[in-house]
């Protein structure tokens, strides 16, 4: 098995919908709430993503929290083209990625 992946998302069907590429890459990923009490019982994990195609300000606020903790992983961003533009360096993210990103790209982005 590949790295560990932790996804931030209140999504229903979270890997397939936040980011389908997620299922062609050999990792095992962990679901949490996007929510700050979630990180309090995060497992470990290699990256954190963090769903941020629909609550922009909501994921804003969640990512800039989870950079104050010290994360020593890297942190993306999972927008739609739209959101993108409203990403700027006060995210705090490492990367951003495209919610239609195929395999390629996520491997390119740090995810292999």
């Known amino acids: 098995?590949?790295?560990t992946i932790l996804l931030l998302t209140n999504a229903l069907r979270p890997s397939a919908e936040v980011l389908p590429a997620l299922g062609l890459l050999l990792h095992d990923v962990?679901?949490?709430p996007a929510e700050a009490a979630a990180l309090l019982d995060a497992p470990a994990s290699d990256a954190?993503?963090?769903d941020a195609r629909r609550e922009l300000g909501n994921a804003r606020g969640l990512t800039r929290l989870i950079r104050t903790t010290g994360?020593?992983?890297p942190l993306?961003?999972?927008v739609t083209e739209g959101g993108l533009a409203a990403v700027t360096a006060d995210w705090g993210v490492d990367d951003v990625l495209l919610d239609t990103a195929?395999?390629?790209y996520a491997?390119?982005?740090g995810l292999d």
């Open 76 to 78: 993306m961003a999972v």
């Open 107 to 109: 491997c390119q982005s």
């Open 48 to 50: 954190v993503l963090v």
């Open 30 to 32: 962990r679901v949490a």
């Open 102 to 104: 195929g395999g390629w």
């Open 71 to 73: 994360v020593d992983v």
């Open 1 to 3: 098995m590949g790295s």
